[in-house]
């Protein structure tokens, strides 16, 4: 068999990796949108090097935009095989899939205004929500260490991977006849999607991989180590404090709306619960955190030992007195013009498109206000440029924007286990000289050139970071 690397490919979105047995299957793990690209997001969504006619299933590993935004697409030009993946993954991916099409119309209807103005050719969305509806009815959901037949020769078994609600390890036995022998081989293939911490604050730990022939793993931050949660959440509360406190100032969060958003709104409830947190109001602004934090209280049973033990005494973790969400669009806007201090938490996390870039915009030239980062953000996007100490001007919305607020950022509440984290597992679950090879994905060339060095330290050989486009037999 082959695999090809079409997306996540030395860099940090649009995860995609095409598997082809020798009997012909064409398996996808993940399809995801490139997100964060500025000029080349476009090119790079459309043109996606392979016929979807002739993709016979996708596997997908969870449901962020980076590695599901590009089903709709798919079916759009001619797929109609079975998409699996966790049942969590498939009820976030039918409110995520349906944001992604919303938030392209209004991208697109921007644009086409000024390409109008310019005489130049106009865009069309890469789908709209009725191809999101036809997508979504592809959905088999499998539920974690089920092993599952999806061909005669191709078995699939989920593993929690701790990353988001839903999230898996794809772990796959493919069945191949092999010229040396008289039966069937058997090759192992473990498919990381993308791994979270030893100790969320919300999400059960990775769980064991099942040993592999081949590893195909992320490296989002296989260059760095987080700090522990406990530090996190005393750093945030002191964000609040200063900013809010005694600057009397807006704390804008700029948060992905599944996932990132729960986990901090944990924190704050739980900081709620024990008196800590400064009386101050807290708004959710983003119609997708509300829908998607309903999931995550229809799946609390996948969530770690400490929230199920908060909900002893707190039957709602996501929710307290001060906290409101947000969804009617005009509420968002008065937050604006309402002086008072409040924690705004807003998607988008890179502050690419979304409620947050507007508050952003509103905001960054007050110096009594803070913008706060809480993930990683590619180095294309305006949540990556916002962090530049020397950059003094940023353009928002073609607008230059005097920079007078606070930025920081705070490591400790990503989603992503570092380094250290990631081998960790792997020194658990795998015997490394059992491992034929292994691929390194989704991360930036320098991250991925030492997330290298620290798996050949750990005993890994035939170690590949493969650029997009690159096909490999397996």
Same mark, same amino acid.
């Given at each position: 068999m082959t695999i090809q690397f079409l997306g996540a490919a030395r860099e940090v979105t649009g995860s995609k990796h095409l598997i082809?047995?020798?009997?012909?299957?064409?398996?996808?793990?993940?399809? %995801?949108?490139?997100? %964060?690209?500025? *000029?080349?997001?476009?090119?790079?969504?459309?043109?996606?090097?392979?016929?979807?006619?002739?993709?016979?299933?996708?596997?997908?590993?969870?449901? #962020?935009?980076?590695?599901?935004?590009?089903?709709?697409?798919?079916?759009?030009?001619?797929?109609?095989?079975?998409?699996?993946?966790?049942?969590?993954?498939?009820? !976030?991916?039918? !409110?995520?899939?349906?944001?992604?099409?919303?938030? *392209?119309?209004?991208?697109?209807?921007?644009y086409?205004?000024?390409?109008?103005r310019l005489h130049q050719p106009k865009i069309t969305p890469l789908y709209d929500i009725n191809h999101v509806q036809h997508a979504m009815k592809l959905f088999i959901s499998v539920d974690y260490d089920r092993r599952f037949r999806v061909f005669d020769d191709v078995f699939l078994t989920f593993t929690n991977a701790g990353h988001m609600l839903g999230s898996a390890v794809v772990n796959l036995e493919i069945y191949e006849d092999d010229a040396n022998a008289k039966s069937k081989v058997c090759k192992r293939i473990a498919f990381t999607g993308d791994l979270g911490r030893l100790h969320s604050h919300i999400l059960p730990s990775p769980q064991l991989i099942p040993q592999c022939d081949y590893l195909i793993c992320e490296s989002t931050y296989g260059d760095r180590l987080h700090e522990d949660s406990l530090v996190s959440e005393q750093e945030l509360?002191?964000?609040?404090?200063?900013t809010c406190v005694y600057k009397k100032g807006k704390l804008i969060i700029p948060s992905f709306s599944v996932g990132r958003t729960q986990e901090i709104v944990y924190v704050l409830n739980q900081l709620y619960n024990n008196g800590s947190?400064?009386?101050?109001?807290?708004?959710?602004?983003?119609?997708?955190?509300?829908?998607?934090?309903?999931?995550?209280r229809m799946y609390t049973d996948e969530l770690n030992?400490?929230?199920?033990?908060?909900?002893?005494?707190?039957?709602?973790?996501?929710?307290?007195?001060?906290?409101?969400?947000?969804?009617?669009?005009?509420?968002?806007?008065?937050?604006?013009? &309402?002086?008072?201090?409040?924690?705004?938490?807003?998607?988008?996390?890179?502050?690419?498109?979304?409620?947050?870039? #507007?508050?952003?915009? &509103?905001?960054?030239?007050?110096?009594?206000?803070?913008?706060?980062?809480?993930?990683?953000c590619t180095p294309t996007s305006l949540g990556a440029r916002i962090q530049d100490p020397?950059?003094?001007?940023?353009?928002?919305?073609?607008?230059?924007?005097?920079?007078?607020?606070?930025?920081?950022?705070?490591?400790?509440?990503?989603?992503?286990?570092?380094?250290?984290?990631?081998?960790?597992?792997?020194?658990?679950?795998?015997?490394?000289?059992?491992? *034929?090879?292994?691929?390194?994905? #989704?991360?930036?060339?320098?991250?991925?050139?030492?997330?290298?060095?620290? !798996?050949?330290?750990s005993g890994f050989r035939n170690i590949t970071i493969p650029a997009k486009g690159e096909t490999f037999e397996l």
């Open positions: 082809t047995t020798r009997s012909g299957k064409r398996i996808l793990l993940d399809c %995801g949108l490139y997100q %964060g690209k500025g *000029q080349e997001t476009e090119r790079d969504n459309r043109d996606l090097g392979f016929d979807p006619e002739k993709i016979d299933c996708i596997i997908l590993s969870h449901a #962020h935009i980076d590695h599901s935004g590009l089903i709709p697409y798919l079916w759009r030009q001619g797929f109609r095989g079975d998409v699996y993946c966790t049942p969590a993954t498939r009820d !976030l991916c039918a !409110l995520m899939l349906q944001d992604t099409a919303f938030i *392209q119309a209004q991208d697109v209807k921007w086409n205004k000024k390409m109008d509360l002191g964000v609040v404090d200063d947190l400064p009386h101050i109001p807290v708004y959710v602004d983003s119609p997708l955190s509300f829908n998607a934090t309903q999931v995550f030992e400490d929230v199920r033990e908060t909900m002893r005494f707190d039957p709602d973790p996501f929710g307290f007195n001060t906290l409101h969400y947000i969804t009617d669009i005009n509420e968002s806007k008065r937050l604006n013009t &309402n002086p008072d201090p409040c924690i705004i938490i807003s998607a988008s996390g890179m502050l690419e498109a979304g409620r947050v870039k #507007h508050h952003v915009a &509103n905001h960054i030239a007050d110096p009594k206000c803070t913008i706060l980062i809480v993930g990683y020397n950059r003094k001007w940023i353009s928002i919305f073609g607008f230059d924007h005097k920079i007078k607020a606070q930025i920081t950022k705070i490591e400790g509440f990503s989603g992503h286990g570092d380094y250290s984290e990631m081998l960790d597992l792997f020194k658990r679950s795998l015997r490394p000289e059992q491992v *034929q090879r292994t691929f390194i994905v #989704h991360g930036e060339e320098s991250a991925q050139s030492e997330y290298k060095d620290h !798996l050949y330290e």
